[in-house]
């Protein structure tokens, strides 16, 4: 899976605001409109960032998971105009990120989901195949965690799982 684009965030940010699903018309500061827009939301929604019902939309578990790992600020190095003060360096307790870091600590916090998760949201959060993503199930579950298999969501054919207990 790919990075959010700036475009991808700005949207996810402000389904981020909302509370429920919204229309669409109704979320204030998307970089993008017509066309260019409903083709980014089909993008975030064919990798399981946001669910669409008619013309509302709304973030699921995973987009708030993609959007709390996501970088606050731009990442790019700016070139600096001559005779300028470069900014100052960030501390190194500064450029730590909040959530877990390990590729494992990062599947258990998602399996913790209320509703659980499905291994396409899964996959798509960790930006790893599905394969993969099973036999990351597989793994825990040889570990010693308990891992449930429930029914899948409405309307899909993807079966979720949820961490019952910790190893």
């Given amino acids: 899976m790919s990075k959010l684009t700036p ?3 700005a949207i996810l940010k402000s389904l981020g605001a909302q509370d429920g699903p919204t229309p669409v018309d109704q979320l204030s500061g998307l970089p993008a409109s017509g066309a260019a827009l409903v083709a980014h939301l ?5 990798r399981g960032l946001l669910t669409r019902t008619g013309k ?3 973030l699921t578990e ?9 970088p606050t600020k ?5 070139k600096s105009k001559p005779g300028s003060v470069p900014a100052p360096e960030p501390e190194p307790s500064e450029a730590k990120p ?8 990062r599947l258990i916090a998602l399996l913790t989901a209320e509703k659980g998760v499905t291994v396409p949201d899964l996959a798509a959060a960790l930006e ?3 394969h993969t993503t099973r036999a990351a199930l597989t793994g825990l579950k040889k570990a010693g965690y ?6 899948p969501p409405e309307g899909s054919r993807s079966s979720r799982y949820k961490l019952v207990e910790a190893a």
């Fill in 146 to 151: 308990t891992i449930d298999k429930l029914p």
């Fill in 62 to 70: 995973v987009g708030q998971a993609a959007l709390s790992e996501a």
């Fill in 128 to 130: 790893w195949l599905p």
């Fill in 74 to 78: 731009a990442t790019g190095t700016a």
């Fill in 98 to 105: 909040d959530g877990p870091t390990t590729k494992k600590a």
């Fill in 42 to 46: 089909d993008h975030l929604a064919s």
């Fill in 56 to 58: 509302a939309i709304a």
């Fill in 7 to 9: 475009t991808h965030l």
